[in-house]
């Protein structure tokens, strides 16, 4: 069984965006960002009841684990805080516990969230492009390990195999042929598959999430940024751009 600390090594910085859209409408927008060991991702879906707009944070410890994971949506009352207990003692930083905000041996406080404590050995749900990058580059084909709902904490047993002689999407970025080898990626909870990631040359090219499908935007991140927000309501992309207003 592969674990988040075989496959999450050392990462070079990257920015990309994807678009959301169902059938032939575009309804939203996501962004990744990896840059000092933390895992930035927004998305932002857009509906007849108004915009889905959730924010996740998972900070790593270069060589070891994951240690601290923020999220928050649309339609929570509060962030939440999860952190992986084996992480925190490994680095000597005191443990989450009790009311209000808890210095770190640095000395800063922890950001606000109601706080969960995980197992360890789990990965929190935002973190699974990671997973599936280190694969892409690895060339493995498959990864096993326990995937932590980002808001509840509890963790689900999830697989990420490659499937072989499957179609294309649907949809692919543009300058992308079908005929192009594409290899198709299935993530699978209690052989459910959950979402599946098309793959060519080493790059993501789309996914799928429950008939809602994602199309990355391969530019330059600059200029990728500007034709993924274009069209969406303003207030979701500066959402988008710069994060919730807490």
């Known amino acids: ?34 840059k000092y060991s933390v895992l930035l991702t927004r998305v932002v879906i857009e509906g007849d009841e108004g915009p889905y707009q959730a924010e996740s944070r998972i900070r790593f410890i270069p060589g070891i ?4 994971s923020w999220f928050h949506a649309t339609g929570m009352e509060e962030p939440v805080l999860l952190h ?22 640095d000395g800063r406080e922890l ?9 360890a050995g789990t990965l929190p749900g935002y973190g699974e492009y990671l997973v599936l990058a280190r694969m892409v580059a690895s060339g493995r084909r498959e990864a096993q390990w326990n995937a932590v709902d980002d808001e509840t904490g509890l963790a689900q047993q999830t697989r990420l195999v490659a ?4 179609p294309p999407p649907s949809r692919l970025p543009a300058g992308v042929e079908a005929s192009e080898p594409i290899q198709r990626f299935d993530r699978m909870v209690a052989g459910t598959v959950r979402a599946s990631h098309w793959v060519a040359d080493g790059v993501v090219l789309a996914s799928e999430w429950s ?11 600059g200029s990728a940024g500007w034709e993924a927000i274009a069209g969406l309501e303003p207030a979701n992309a500066d959402f988008l751009l710069q994060g919730m207003q807490r």
């Not at 069984?1 to 059938?23: A, H, I, K, N, Y």
């Not at 684990?65 to 601290?68: E, G």
């Not at 992480?87 to 770190?104: A, Q, R």
């Not at 499937?163 to 499957?166: G, Y």
């Open 1 to 34: 069984m592969s674990t988040p600390r075989e496959l999450l090594q050392e990462w070079p910085d990257f920015e990309r965006w994807e678009v959301f859209r169902d059938g032939t409408q575009r309804v939203g927008a996501m962004r990744r960002v990896w």
């Open 84 to 105: 992986n207990p084996a992480s925190w003692t490994h680095t000597g930083s005191l443990p989450v516990i009790g009311s209000g905000n808890i210095p770190t041996r």
């Open 163 to 166: 499937v072989d002689d499957a």
């Open 111 to 119: 950001p606000p969230g109601r706080r969960r404590p995980v197992e």
């Open 211 to 221: 008939g809602i499908h994602s199309v990355a935007v391969l530019d330059q991140a």
């Open 65 to 68: 684990d994951w240690d601290l």
